[in-house]
């Protein structure tokens, strides 16, 4: 008897601490946000990726070829940094079936 009136009170105890946690966190205010970037923006780093896969690197140094290198991982950050909506499998083969049935 006193071991379950001791988990019950466990219980609420640990419960109602919870939302007096929750209210000391932080807003959202103070958050920056980086600005997207633009399709020209997108175009333009598309087309120095395909330049840089398109050159003969077999006359270059190693100071360039590591410049090169860098240049590339900076471009990928950039762009791996914007948002973007996934998709899942099941949740595509819904949207289809939704479409089907109200269309």
Do not use: C, Q, W
């Not at 219980?11 to 958050?31: E, K, Q, R, Y």
């Not at 973007?84 to 079936?97: E, F, N, R």
Request: no cysteine; glycine share 4%.
């Amino acid at each position: 008897m006193k071991k379950t009136i001791f988990f019950v009170l466990l219980a609420i105890f640990s419960l109602g601490a919870a939302p007096t946690f929750a209210a000391h966190g932080t807003s959202n205010d103070n958050v920056a946000t980086e600005p997207t970037l633009t399709t020209e923006e997108v175009n333009i780093l598309k087309e120095r990726v395909l330049e840089i896969r398109e050159m003969d690197k077999s006359a270059l140094t190693v100071t360039e070829k590591s410049e090169l290198k860098s240049e590339l991982n900076e471009i990928k950050e950039t762009v791996r940094n914007e948002p973007a909506i996934y998709i899942g499998g099941i949740s595509l083969l819904l949207l289809i079936i939704l479409l089907v049935i109200l269309l």
